[in-house]
């Protein structure tokens, strides 16, 4: 008995030990940027494969400023919740790659070092693709929250060999592509599959039909994930689930690979890190693919979206921020580092210069020697530069495709699902007590 | 036996003994859950879009959302209807193998016993994944099934995932039920055949009551794992569209920590805990009393 008292004392006293640890205020200014007096070792936690190859040249280079790599899943498949766990157990690695949709839910939850105080970093501003760094700084000035790493413009791939032998038309438009996804489910394939599980590239056909799902006017958000752009592009694509036009597997499956891999999926709008999806992911069909740009809401226009992308930013706690700051400048401008990134990994850079790189002017064999880089480099140009992502958008994201992919099984509609998205995201707002109007 | 002397004299040994269980206990048992508890009693105010967040005590504001929130007690009633049907499934066919086995009426034992209990051996996401390839309309080697019943649709999902479990976990029911039924002193079943009894009276009249205590265990057990289920429908989240977010209790705590509310997922978990204790114990209870009438 005595010792189960004694037992009860001790975990309360570490509970209090616990508890007592109160988050600390974040600061409004951006955080002083010196460099230390000795040599310092930075962690840096990445999933990009094989990142491990691009900082041994720079630590060959740097030996004041070692930096160590952690690698671990892709941000929503377990790193972003390991950051938010070591954010609140204060034990943060220095630097971590975050992708820009995500960079909102970090600096809500006061994880980012505003790195404007680094000069260097304000300087590079003008080397990076507008849109990127409106990302990381939030389309604030004199405030910066990372540094962007690459982009995901977006365009189509198609089966070359296929859309010639039946005789249908490349789409320019969404209508041609409805168009001829009647003809391709006519010869025996569906034109492509509907994403229900992965919102992002939903989120970029709504992006570049000029969608805003958030607006942050400094006191409060607005959510419209229901807004005109949106509720079209919803409609768009529920009359082609309707109409049985689209297959409903999920993406990023075996059996995803295997339709792509049988000529069963014909078409794929991604994006330019997709074009080394198809080809792990149906290695069958090298060659017989090509490129072109993404099909337009109107005839004419030349408007791309947007999937994806990464960051790399200094998270709260860093000791050696200067360090850090320098770290993720030469990892994302360098042409050594955006060559080895896009060779390892395909990454295509948001840094301007990254579209001159040898690797991104050649002819790529999968796509039948094609230089598909030229279609992303336009692309790239052609995004929308203020879409805004939400602070939660890990919550958004998963209500999104659970209505989805009730969608797709015959339950409810798109439109349906981002209503519910849209009340859910308000409700996970509130919970976290972040102003948001109604 | 010794009094509460003999129990002071040996006080030293006990210590020594109980100590390093107590400490781990209080680690990796009491200190989390008491963790959780505060965290649970705390809700975050901030000022401004990105202003400072403060974590300030909220006294049953969490709670107060988890019992307005629909979803999570839609999962519960998912699961709640997946272990009235399930459970018993399992439990039944974990023991008829169990008497099989102990009637002699089945050679190669040994291997049986081995054979059913393998699945065990298969960690539950692999079990999990290798299912969900069986049931994949493109990837299954049965397409005369999966092409015309689509066993990962939002109609069906739930039994899939049900055999998956059943799958798994029928052989270590078994095991279990099986060592209680090794255990039946061999004289009753001597006075048994004496009094005309054949396999079945003896099987029913008493082999399974005097396995009860066993059957009430594993029962217990299997509650607590049904409410806790989490790897199988995580996993088949990457195969069918019809398993949401918030399927299952625990995959809405998970959902609700990767937001990150950490004191909404705490609370969830604490209510979900309670609810498992309630459920557990009241069948504990409720056989109890059956047992001493």
Not at chain 1, 161 to 173: G, M
Request: aromatic share 12%.
């Amino acid at each position: 008995m005595r010792r189960s008292i004694a037992v009860v004392l001790l975990s309360t006293l570490a509970l209090t030990a616990c508890s007592s640890t109160d988050s600390s205020g974040a600061e409004k200014t951006a955080a002083s940027c010196a460099p230390a007096s000795g040599p310092v070792t930075l962690t840096f936690t990445s999933w990009v494969p094989d990142i491990q190859k691009v900082v041994d040249i720079w630590n060959k280079a740097n030996p004041a400023i070692q930096v160590t790599v952690q690698t671990g899943p892709n941000g929503n498949g377990g790193t972003y919740q390991n950051f938010f766990n070591q954010l609140k157990a204060g034990n943060a690695p220095d630097l971590g790659q975050i992708e820009y949709d995500a960079l909102p839910s970090f600096r809500v939850q006061d994880g980012l070092t505003d790195l404007a105080g680094c000069s260097d970093v304000t300087a590079a501003k003008d080397q990076f693709v507008d849109w990127t760094w409106n990302q990381v700084s939030f389309g604030e000035q004199g405030h910066v929250y990372a540094v962007p790493q690459d982009a995901g413009p977006m365009a189509l791939f198609y089966r070359k060999d296929l859309f010639e032998k039946n005789n249908i038309k490349v789409p320019t438009t969404w209508q041609e592509y409805a168009d001829a996804a009647v003809k391709v489910k006519a010869a025996g394939g569906y034109i492509t599959n509907f994403s229900n599980s992965d919102i992002n590239q939903f989120a970029g056909f709504a992006w570049q039909a000029g969608a805003h799902w958030f607006t942050n006017d400094g006191t409060n958000w607005t959510v419209d994930l229901t807004d005109p752009a949106t509720t079209k592009v919803a409609g768009y694509w529920q009359d082609l689930i309707d109409k049985k036009l689209v297959s409903a597997v999920p993406p990023w499956t075996d059996e995803w690979n295997n339709a792509y891999n049988e000529s069963k999926a014909w078409t794929w709008v991604s994006a330019v890190w997709g074009a080394n999806s198809i080809a792990t992911g149906a290695p069958k069909t090298s060659g017989k693919w090509a490129v072109a740009p993404m099909p337009q809401w109107n005839a004419g226009d030349q408007v791309a979206g947007n999937w994806g992308g990464s960051s790399t930013a200094v998270f709260k706690g860093s000791k050696h921020p200067y360090e850090a700051a320098k770290f993720a400048l030469w990892l994302n401008t360098s042409s050594e580092a955006l060559t080895e990134l896009n060779k390892v990994a395909n990454l295509y850079p948001a840094a301007k210069s990254g579209s001159a790189l040898p690797a991104l002017s050649e002819g790529v064999a999968f796509y039948g020697d094609q230089k598909i880089y030229d279609v992303f480099s336009t692309a790239s140009g052609q995004v929308k530069p203020d879409f805004t992502w939400g602070p939660t958008m890990t919550q958004t994201y998963a209500d999104a495709s659970d209505g989805f992919k009730a969608a797709v099984s015959g339950q409810g509609t798109l439109l349906k699902a981002l209503q519910d998205a849209q009340a859910s995201t308000i409700q996970t707002l509130k919970s976290q007590s972040i102003p948001v109007k109604e | 036996m010794t009094g509460p002397r003999g129990a002071r004299r040996h006080l030293p040994a006990i210590a020594f003994f109980v100590t390093p269980f107590a400490a781990l206990f209080a680690l990796f048992y009491l200190v989390p859950i008491g963790y959780a508890i505060v965290q649970s009693l705390y809700k975050v105010e901030r000022t401004g879009t990105f202003g400072p967040a403060r974590e300030v005590f909220g006294g049953l504001a969490q709670y107060r959302r988890v019992f307005t929130d629909s979803p999570f007690w839609h999962s519960v009633e998912r699961v709640l209807l997946f272990g009235v049907v399930q459970v018993p499934i399992m439990l039944g066919l974990a023991l008829i193998l169990a008497l099989l086995l102990d009637s002699g009426l089945v050679r190669g034992k040994r291997f049986f016993r081995l054979a059913f209990f393998l699945p065990y051996a298969v960690p539950g996401v692999v079990a999990a994944i290798m299912w969900g390839y069986l049931y994949s309309p493109n990837l299954s080697p049965f397409t005369a099934v999966t092409a015309n019943l689509d066993l990962l649709g939002a109609d069906l999902v739930l039994w899939s995932i049900a055999n998956v479990v059943t799958w798994v976990y029928v052989g270590y029911n078994m095991l279990i039920l099986y060592s209680a039924l090794l255990a039946i002193p061999p004289e009753i079943y001597e006075a048994a055949r004496i009094d005309g009894a054949g396999v079945i009276r003896t099987a029913w009249s008493i082999k399974i009551p005097m396995v009860r205590p066993a059957i009430v265990l594993t029962t217990v057990f299997s509650i607590i794992g049904t409410l806790q289920l989490l790897a199988e429908p995580q996993v088949f989240r990457s195969f069918s569209s019809a398993v949401s977010s918030t399927y299952t209790p625990n995959l809405t705590v998970y959902a609700t920590s990767s937001v990150p509310n950490f004191h909404l997922a705490a609370a969830f978990s604490v209510v979900l805990a309670l609810a498992t204790f309630v459920l557990s114990f009241s069948f504990l209870k409720f056989t109890q009393r059956r047992g001493a009438r």
